[in-house]
């Protein structure tokens, strides 16, 4: 498509570009006079002056000394100073109080975990030392019981016995309450009938045999004997100690005679218990 063929359409666009000039001249004349003179300010206005601080009513044309802000700045340092050091001061005097209340507290809290301690070993050594008392009275108890059991209440028995035991030097039964029925007497062993004489504790009265023998041959032959359960006797060894004219042929008879003792039978009795059998060898047996 073609444009400005003809004379008029020329003329138009002429005509077109004339004005838009003057439109656009008249607006950059328009627009200078708006302006103001001195230019319009934007921002914070800041009054003049040569310090931070001031004092009085009329605005000086020349700077001032500056003797009044240096003054100024001199007591502010020196304040300043002053709030530190007091600062600091109670900062610190608040530090030892603290600190003198820590280590009292601590010292009290000390004494006073040392204290439980030993009233809690005080407390434990009282709880053994009862123990320990309630154990021993409770196995003296628990011997005399047995005891009382295995020989029938002697203990506690308010009428005389018939019988006794011990080595013929009175009426009764010899030996501790809390000792053993079965342990041995020391010294002589309890004598029998004729010439014979036995010590056997807790094991009641033997049978015996008698056999003849050494003719003319007299004296003192005990012997020592092991007994079972079964009240027989295991083993003699005659001849000990309180024997007197021990010959081979003495010692040989009461050894026959020894082992022929029978006791009854006590299955609570050791297994092998010690005692002795004296044979007493006189022209009259």
């Not at 507290?105 to 000390?110: E, P, Q, T």
């Not at 295995?150 to 019988?163: H, M, R, S």
Request: glycine share 10%; net charge neutral; charged share 25%.
């Amino acid at each position: 498509m073609k444009y400005l063929e003809t004379i008029h359409e020329r003329n138009s666009a002429k005509v077109t570009a004339l004005i838009v000039a003057i439109l656009l001249l008249l607006l950059f004349v328009v627009r200078g006079f708006a302006h103001t003179d001195p230019p319009e300010e934007y921002g914070v206005a800041v009054n003049f002056g040569n310090s931070p601080v001031g004092t009085g009513k009329v605005q000086p044309t020349k700077p001032i000394k500056s003797q009044p802000t240096e003054h100024v700045e001199k007591q502010e340092t020196q304040a300043e100073e002053t709030q530190v050091e007091e600062t600091s001061e109670a900062n610190t005097k608040a530090e030892d109080v603290m600190t003198n209340e820590s280590a009292e507290a601590i010292a009290i809290k000390k004494a006073k975990d040392t204290e439980a301690k030993a009233q809690a070993e005080a407390k434990r050594q009282e709880q053994l030392k009862k123990a320990e008392a309630e154990r021993k009275k409770k196995e003296e108890q628990d011997k005399k019981d047995k005891l009382d059991a295995l020989i029938g209440g002697v203990k506690n028995a308010d009428g005389p016995t018939q019988e006794g035991e011990g080595p013929g030097d009175g009426p009764g039964d010899k030996g501790d309450l809390d000792g053993s029925p079965y342990a041995p007497y020391k010294g002589t062993p309890g004598s029998g009938n004729g010439g014979m004489g036995y010590g056997l504790n807790g094991r009641g009265k033997p049978s015996f045999k008698v056999y003849d023998g050494c003719e003319n041959q007299y004296g003192l032959i005990v012997v020592d004997i092991v007994v079972n359960q079964n009240g027989k006797v295991i083993e003699a060894t005659p001849g000990v100690r309180g024997s007197n004219n021990a010959t081979t042929c003495l010692k040989s008879q009461a050894k026959k005679i020894a082992m022929s003792y029978k006791w009854p039978a006590n299955s609570k009795a050791p297994a092998r218990q010690y005692g002795k059998v004296s044979i007493n060898f006189t022209p009259s047996n």
